[in-house]
């Protein structure tokens, strides 16, 4: 277990027992395959402030991100290329392991490698792996305003309508 891509990640989830501090979960999480990459829902969390879960709040749940928060694994294969999308969500993405290729919309293209975080907020992206090796990547992702452009509020696009959020429609 470790932070090397193809690694199971281990999860430590705290509680509260009879108004002392404990353990809600230790345990070893596999990635699933899915969208050309492996990946792992570690946990999240549907409001603000954070309610305080009792069971596995990512058990189950299939969501390109959360109401509240989500932070997820994904191990990107080796020479892989993603597909340009936008979600309405800030996201924190923190290379661990190899390195990957940030492709923005006007074309603008960043290699971020093991130890940078990049800040993605709302615009169309794309991640590419252009190197012979895989790379392990933790995204925390929370919902954002939609951004505008010339008076236009910007939407989401670039992935499946059955993972889009649900609870989005109601803003």
Known sequence: ??????????RIVT????L???LLL????ELIAGFASNARTIWQHEKYPAELATKDAAEGKVHIYASGSLIRVVDFPANSQGHNHRTLSLDYGIILDGEMELVLEDGSR???RAGDIVVQQATIHQWNNLSDRAARVV???MPSVAPE????ELGEEGY???IRPTWRKDW
Do not use: C, W, Y
């Open 15 to 18: 509680t509260h027992n009879d």
């Open 20 to 22: 002392k501090s404990g």
């Open 26 to 29: 230790e345990d070893e999480q």
């Open 149 to 152: 452009k010339d008076g236009r």
């Open 110 to 112: 960043s290699i971020a």
């Open 1 to 10: 277990m470790g932070i090397e891509t193809g690694s199971k990640v281990r």
């Open 160 to 162: 499946p309508e059955n």
């Open 139 to 141: 995204f925390v992702l």
